[in-house]
């Protein structure tokens, strides 16, 4: 068990693929982020925007830092990593280097908190004694005593491609971006939502299961407009069951207020429960 750590603030994000370690794949456009990211998997875009999505993260950035676990250090980026690694060296002595995949800023009812991500696209399970899960739990406690949560997420690369969730966020997400140009010129379709917003809650309040269709045509409006609603998480929608269409039915989400917001609660459900048990056993 780790008694001490010894870290520097938080700062600046940090590209772990600018010191060549590893091949970036994709670019990525988020609301809360002002860089261009690349990422290296599908997995971690469809993370990555379910958080740009939620209401209740505030930033989000992507390997923030690495953490040499042995010797308890954060690095936060690419001269910090340099400059430790050379002093290792001149010291005969070795690190056991993590970087986490993403870090999501979450607005609590007591305050921000930082939850560093994760993300396999692998089902993976870990066990005790094993060299990786012994890393990662290591790596756990020393951000835990910092007030740093650790979460890791797994899904398997062939279950994206047959998930709705994969396809009702990316349209989701792609719509949020729209919503203002570069000239911050807002959208048609977001406009008339803006101009109907109440209404439209009202209505779903009054009638639990309306169909967007069926709101569309009552305020003459596209259905686009409609999907608003749920980008501000105002209704609530199992984004895992099918695609978003025409006869997709909504809810008041304030009907649960207890449980987590639309966003969030589709990220809970890939969290890795073995890596779960394994946590609140040690």
């Not at 010191?19 to 988020?30: D, I, P, W, Y």
């Not at 047959?162 to 379709?189: C, E, F, G, Q, Y």
């Not at 809970?268 to 056993?281: F, G, H, I, P, Y």
Request: charged share 25%.
């Amino acid at each position: 068990m780790v008694n001490k750590l010894h870290i520097d603030p938080l700062g600046a994000t940090r590209q772990l693929g600018k010191r060549g370690a590893l091949k970036q794949a994709t670019f990525l456009q988020l609301k809360k982020n002002p860089e261009l990211l690349s990422v290296e998997s599908s997995f971690e875009v469809l993370l990555a925007k379910l958080a740009d999505l939620s209401n209740a993260v505030t930033q989000i950035d992507y390997q923030p830092f690495t953490v040499d676990v042995v010797n308890e250090r954060m690095l936060l980026n690419h001269a910090q990593l340099q400059t430790h690694r050379q002093k290792l060296k001149e010291s005969g002595m070795e690190g056991v280097f993590y970087t986490p995949d993403l870090r999501f800023r979450w607005r609590t009812p007591k305050g921000n908190v930082d939850e560093v991500i994760e993300a396999k696209d692998v089902n993976w399970v870990p066990s005790l004694g094993d060299e990786y899960t012994e890393k990662l739990l290591h790596t756990r406690a020393l951000l835990a005593q910092r007030g740093i949560q650790f979460g890791l997420y797994a899904a398997g690369v062939t279950e994206l491609y047959l998930w709705a969730l994969v396809s009702n966020v990316n349209k989701l997400h792609a719509l949020m971006l729209r919503r203002k140009d570069a000239m911050n010129t807002l959208s048609p379709d977001y406009l008339q939502y803006l101009e109907h917003r109440d209404a439209l809650l009202a209505c779903v309040k009054a009638e639990p299961a309306i169909s967007l269709a069926q709101l569309a045509k009552r305020f003459e409006m596209t259905l686009w407009a409609t999907w608003h609603l749920l980008i501000d998480e105002l209704v609530s929608v199992d984004l895992w069951c099918a695609p978003l269409g025409p006869q997709t039915t909504v809810v008041d989400a304030g009907n649960a207020p207890e449980e987590p917001a639309l966003f969030r609660r589709s990220m809970l459900a890939m969290r890795n429960t073995s890596w779960e048990v394994l946590c609140k056993d040690n």
